[in-house]
């Protein structure tokens, strides 16, 4: 996907997000989510939407020192679904103003504006599924989005640690977990060493049976994107696991943000 797909998305996951949570009890418990409730999952969402915009819309060049941002939030939170669609729309002016390809800081791999329209896509689209499992419905999330979202995840977890220092002990002596998806033909390989983890390579290069691994876990795309945001668990049915499980929980217990 590219960037103007990604902000068509953002767009696209927010109108569904508002849908689910603007006919909703927005008192409900979200248990993916722990101690939040929808209007605290609204609020949140809203929140990053008007922080990545301001980001984009200074350019920054260094890491920000305060995350305040006006935020213009209602007084009662009935009115946050629209206010979280409003947040959008502000995010599409700022994307369509902006030189997506131009130079920024960003925590992550991908130094350019671009980077912020595609981490706010996946935010939006994790809480929307978060939203959802409250309410007891179904996620549905494109082929095409999960596929994306798994290589974004996996791509900049690395480097999360500022704020997942969990992330800090995802390592191992030289070990291998494949991600393979079969309804989108996709592999990634993650690659633990004493000194930190990566994204070592995916797709064909990968994806011979002679090609070993310590781990592997194979899924839908969909179901795989929730497993590694930690929205699913990894020994429901959706998912097939094989080889070492020792080293499967070691991932688990320290990856999911």
């Not at 791999?109 to 595609?118: G, P």
Request: with cysteine; charged share 25%; proline share 6%.
């Amino acid at each position: 996907m590219n960037p103007a797909e990604h902000g068509a998305a953002v767009a696209a996951e927010t109108e569904r997000f508002v849908s689910v949570v603007k006919a909703a009890d927005l008192s409900t418990p979200v248990p993916t989510c722990p101690g939040w409730t929808l209007a605290d999952l609204t609020r949140h969402t809203g929140s990053v939407h008007r922080w990545f915009s301001e980001l984009l819309r200074l350019r920054i060049q260094q890491p920000p020192t305060s995350r305040d941002v006006e935020l213009r939030l209602p007084a009662h939170s009935e009115g946050y679904p629209d206010w979280l669609a409003e947040s959008a729309a502000e995010a599409a002016a700022v994307f369509a103003a902006t030189d997506l390809e131009a130079p920024m800081w960003a925590w992550g791999v991908d130094q350019h504006a671009r980077f912020w329209v595609r981490r706010m896509l996946f935010e939006t689209l994790v809480h929307r599924a978060d939203a959802e499992l409250a309410l007891g419905l179904p996620p549905h999330i494109d082929r095409a989005l999960a596929v994306d979202g798994i290589d974004e995840f996996l791509t900049n977890l690395p480097f999360a640690s500022s704020f997942a220092p969990r992330t800090a002990r995802l390592r191992a002596p030289h070990r291998t977990i494949r991600f393979s998806s079969a309804d989108a033909d996709r592999d990634w390989l993650v690659g633990l060493r004493p000194d930190g983890f990566a994204l070592v390579a995916d797709d064909a290069e990968h994806r011979t049976a002679d090609t070993e691994t310590d781990a592997t876990v194979l899924g839908a795309a969909a179901d795989l994107l929730l497993l590694l945001y930690g929205r699913l668990d990894r020994r429901s049915d959706a998912f097939q696991l094989l080889g070492d499980q020792g080293l499967l929980a070691h991932w688990f217990t320290h990856s999911a943000f």
